[in-house]
DNA sequence: GCGGTAACTTACCACGAGTAACTTACCTGC
DNA sequence: GCAGGTAAGTTACTCGTGGTAAGTTACCGC
């Protein structure tokens, strides 16, 4: 039984875990920036050197956390995505692995995606402004879809152009007008259009 | 001329503008996080306490950064969207603009969106992982299409997932399975087939 | 010239990341 | 069972940086 807390000298890859699962906590709970070391290593139950004897630096633990949950995110989608067959049912079943999976280990993916900063909230309302713009341009397109699905269909255009402006960054060789129809393609077009083995 | 260092005494729109300026080229050059208040006062030629009178924290330079340029965003993408007729082509031109204003103002959008931090770095090592298996998957469904082209089309889909879980995040009457049918109303179908005013 | 005020500086605090040096629990061999 | 080596852990610090209090000085109106 564990109910006399364990005291001293825990064996290295159980306090690695105990450490993990904290920081992740934490880190999700306050934010990455304003967790501090100190508060991780008192949830765990030691000192802070103790730490980064284990995982080197803050950067390091944040790190360790992310690369736990990457490896189940891929697994989980790809796994989803073999179980279909034709790339329209392999497509919406890994991408319903995604969200299910980020719905079930939420303070994992708010670690990931949630910007707790001051930029990523000040994105939040840039972002508010477009999909709003966008959702009332779709509106025009299809008059008869309900709010929240406008609302829905705005988020993804918004969430793909920031998306390849971040890729174009990367990447010199693509033109704003390549990425442009990229865009389209997707949305306006669809991929049952494209040429497809058959239909 | 301003060949002389014009020293002390400058009125306070003009060194506001002047901290703007400098503020927005040291966090594009080494991160928010890595760039401290000293460095940009030293920029300017004044103190450090210069700057907390006129933006009272870090957090406050760089909201006030950003809402320079979210404006001229705005405006930008609206224009462009106007001067076109129909939602295809208001949706291609805001796009296009959206994209040609980053390339512009590359050290905001730089700021902005490509994240400095770990978690940032880390989350581009998934993104690698994502867009690498939908540009395999997308291959099948359109094979005639050039490499360059599958990575954007898989670049449009997962950005338009994370924003999607995003947006379920702090929406939770979306269910996973709303977000997935949202993505596929878009990626698959194409908004061409929603019941449009004309075609 | 002569205040008065706004711009600016010096000199500091607080707090958190990271580290060096020391201490102690546990295991191992005898 | 006891010496002693080693891994686990602690104390006590440094250093960098966000933020501030209190003092200083250039400029403007009179």
Redesign the pocket.
């Known amino acids: 039984m564990d109910t006399r807390t364990p005291?001293?000298?825990?064996?290295?890859a159980e306090?690695e875990q105990q450490i993990l699962d904290a920081a992740l906590a934490v880190f999700s709970e306050r934010g990455f920036q304003n967790?501090?070391?100190?508060v991780v290593a008192e949830r765990v139950g030691?000192?802070?050197?103790?730490l980064?004897?284990h995982f080197g630096?803050?950067?390091g633990l944040l790190l360790a956390c992310i690369s736990r949950a990457r490896a189940e995110l891929l697994e989980v989608t790809t796994t989803a995505a073999a179980a279909a067959d034709g790339p329209e049912e392999m497509l919406r079943r890994g991408t319903r692995a995604f969200f299910d999976y980020l719905e079930r280990q939420e303070p994992a993916w708010t670690l990931l995606y949630s910007e707790s900063t001051v930029a990523g909230e000040a994105l939040e309302g840039i972002r508010a402004q477009q999909t709003d713009f966008i959702a009332a341009l779709l509106s025009t397109q299809a008059p008869d879809a309900d709010p929240q699905q406008l609302e829905g269909w705005a988020q993804v255009i918004v969430g793909a152009c920031e998306r390849l402006a971040i890729w174009r960054g990367s990447n010199r060789s693509v033109t704003s007008e390549q990425a442009t129809e990229y865009l389209m393609d997707l949305a306006w077009t669809g991929l049952a259009r494209m040429t497809p083995v058959s239909e």
Chains 1, 2 share one sequence.
């Open positions: 005291r001293r000298r825990v064996g290295r306090r967790a501090s070391m100190d030691v000192t802070k050197p103790v980064y004897t630096s803050k950067d």
